[in-house]
């Protein structure tokens, strides 16, 4: 398991590991995806992307592989691990209870 | 590639592909920065302006790529290789320091690594037997029918305890001296008489031939012998051949079978093994026939899933049943029973108390040199106040700077550690002649993993210790530090003080220790045995089986035996310059355990259902007492008139005419002599001896060699003779006697009354190199300490001299400073050693086991004198401490100190 990190830290594993659920993608593309999924709103900076990247890599929780990339380049590209996506399905789990208690805190006050 | 091991290749990886994990990680950040690059071309700019963006958003490369490899386990690694490196080079600019610290530490571990060594073999070990946790020696006496109390088992009791439902197996095994013809010399051979299937039984396997089976131990089968392996090595030199090869030994040929492995015997060494039907004790009718003839040590392995507890129970069923069918031989009401003790218990019994003391001094020696070293350390902190406080400003955080100096510590703890080992591997072979007066196991003894393990384990817990004290005393406070421009805060003053303290106090305790055994040596040392010690040399003489053997008639064997030793002694005495000759079975001092049996006195009826009292019996020429030195108080001494057609006689000692015939006169009385309607009469009455220095004298009987049957004896002479060539006389008459007689063991009485207090002494030696340990580094501690504080408080002792203070005011400034600490330290100290000798003194010190060794004799644990002594050495050796930093303190030069500013 790994160790309980602050809320930044965790939310962005948890959202590595969301955008790497599908196909195996490169660190660039990952940070397109998020901030083309949130509108913007989150810009993944590159002074944290990396470190977390090679920290679930260094727990196990995402595996790499160099490959070819679109633009027929080398590049090194992520995927979950069976362990990895364990945790992406627990943190999920995790995020929408707080999510969701937040919410109600904020709608009654 | 399962998952694992892909994650780990992972983890691992960052360890071992350093270089090409680097070259990765630059590509990565290079295409992220690419990317970026035609990202910002895309949106219109021009390349050089597009990569000038990216680098902005991107930030510093090199800050990512750091951050990035602290997440790899190399970094972890990588930082610890880094403050090693570090922490040598430090040490390194200040070797003296370090070689203090390594040195202090090496004789910290040292003690302990070779005391554990000794209680690791000792007492941890499982024994080197197959399921070793399943046997039990079986003991049978009164009380707790050990020790002396033991009075063993006869053959037929050993066949009745293996009825006991518990036991699996039950064996036999007795010692005897038996001499070995057919070598270039008679040989007396130590011979371990055993079951059949002893060696079955504990699992021994030979490594020449066979161990012996059961038709081995038939009566009237072929002789057999097997052979210890250390034996085979001594007198055979190793040689495989043995086996098959014929000796002469007890008038019957006897072929070696096999050779044993090098496993520790128990409960003794012995030479050669034969089975029980070919010691001629043990196969005599009479011994078989006789249910008090109790001569055996009995093994037994309990059952599988059997509890101690239910064996012993089961043991006492058995006994029960043994005292409701034999009604003679197990008086009602007499505490007479048996016992089951595990085997591994039962061979150290005697030595465990002692071992946990020395582990017990060892450990105070290491918490003083902990305390000593962290001392150092926080002086040393103070010193490099300015280098940490510098490195924490250039945004060193708390948690890197602590693991840099915890590593240091580690550093200078494991070297020690190393060398500590060093230091006890030099020790061992001392040790393991110290542990095999005490026990059989000290064979076992030696540095395997659980020592390593154990050293290593010390040595990091005491780095960790003495590294953290230091480190955490400090705050850290970086602002501070460098604004006092390096100056001393008060900080760590305190901590100096109280591991002064510390130190103080435990160093008083182990001095105490070392103080109170050294005493009582000295009173042990000075105790008169009853006996002069002075020209007198012994030996063993055994003669061999063959001589008288057993077929003779009883009366003819007797009086042939008797005749010999007569002859033997009148050759003794011819030799010129030997004034006395005195024979007996052993001699005081000699710790040979004595021969015990009934006292049955005329006149003193017992109570129905009361066994008659024990008393030590021991044989003595007529020359006995007079060569030895003991006067005859009352009555007379053995006359060469007392033989086998003479009436019987007998002496008592003093305690014996004390304690069986209180206000009377015993010369005159009459006690039970060999067989039923003997008598012997008490023609005398001898003073006291003691057996062992430090026990006191025992209730004994003597009677008349010649009024015996002894194969073997011990002699003594009193000569003008230098020993050398007294024993050269001795030898050439014993051949002339008989060339078939080995005589063996020559010793002066000087020597084996100072060979019996070895034990004492080596513990009292340890306990005492200890104690001194703790005391030479408690002094340099507070003269350290002291040191210290006086070159910080330079510049306030220049002002005071510099204001008329009288430089003798100075000085006792500063050694009342040394003697404030010391102080508290010895009344924390006594206070402490007089809870401990409250508490280890009930349990060990005034213990009077049968078995065990007293510490203290004739010296009361809180005795004054000691206390007194130890105490004014500690406050001397203070003082002198204090003194060459006071003295330089008094010496300040108030221009040079004011300046210095």
Known sequence: ?109 | MSPVIRHLTVRLGSLFRRERLEQELDAELRYHIDMLVEQNVAAGMSPAAARREALRVFGTVDGVKDDVRDKWLSRFVEVAVQDIRYGMRSLRRNPGFALVIIVTMALGIGANTAIFSVVNGVLLRPLPYKDGDKLVVLHQGQGDALGANDQGFSPKEMDDYRQSRSLSDVVEFHNMFFTLLGRAEPERVSTGVVSANYFDVLGVKPIHGRTFVASDDAPGAPAVLVLSNGYWERSFGGDPGIVGKVFRMNDRPHMVVGVLPPVPQYPLEVDVYMPSSACPFRSNPKAIEQRQFRLLTAFARVKPEVTQDKAQADLDITFKQLQRTYKDDYPQGDDFHAVAVPLKTDLTSNFTSTLWILLGTAGFVLLIVCASIANLLLARMVRREREISLRAALGATRARLLRQLLTESLLLAVSGGVLGLVLSALSLQLLVSFAARYTPRAQEIGIDLNVLFFTLGVSVLTGLVFGSIPAFARRFDVASALRDGGTVTQSGQKMRSALIVAQVSASFMLLIAAGLTLRSLVTVQGINPGIRTENLVSWRADMSFDKFPLTMSPPERRAKVAAYWTEYEQRLRAIPGVLEVGGGGTFPLNEIDPFPQRLVREGHPLPPGRQPPQIDVRFATSEYFKTLGQPIVNGRAFAPSDTLTAPGVAIVNQSAAKQFWPGEDPVGTRIAGNGPGQFRTIVGVVTDVRQQLDRPPKAEVYVPVAQTVNIGMTWVVHSRLPIDDATRQIKAVSHAHDSDLPVSSFRTLAEVRSEGLAPRRVIVSLIGVFGLLALIITATGIAGVIAFSVNQRTHEFGIRVALGAQRSRVLGLVLREGLVLVSIGLAIGLAGAYMLTKVVGAVVFEQQSTAGLTLLIGTHPTDAATYIGVATTLVLVAIAACLMPARRAATVNPMVALRAQ
């Open chain 1, 1 to 109: 398991m790994a160790p309980k990190s602050d809320l930044l830290q965790g939310t962005l594993d948890l959202l590595i590991l969301r955008t790497l659920s599908g196909d195996p993608m490169h660190g660039w593309g990952i940070s397109q995806r998020i901030q083309q999924l949130s509108k913007d709103v989150l810009q993944v900076n590159q002074g944290s992307l990396y470190p977390a990247l090679h920290r679930l890599e260094q727990q196990g929780l995402i595996e790499a592989e160099w490959g070819n990339s679109e633009n027929n380049r080398q590049a090194k590209f992520y995927q979950l691990t069976r362990k990895g996506r364990q945790q992406l399905a627990e943190e999920q789990k995790n995020w929408e209870r707080l999510a969701g208690a937040v919410a109600r805190v904020l709608a009654g006050s």
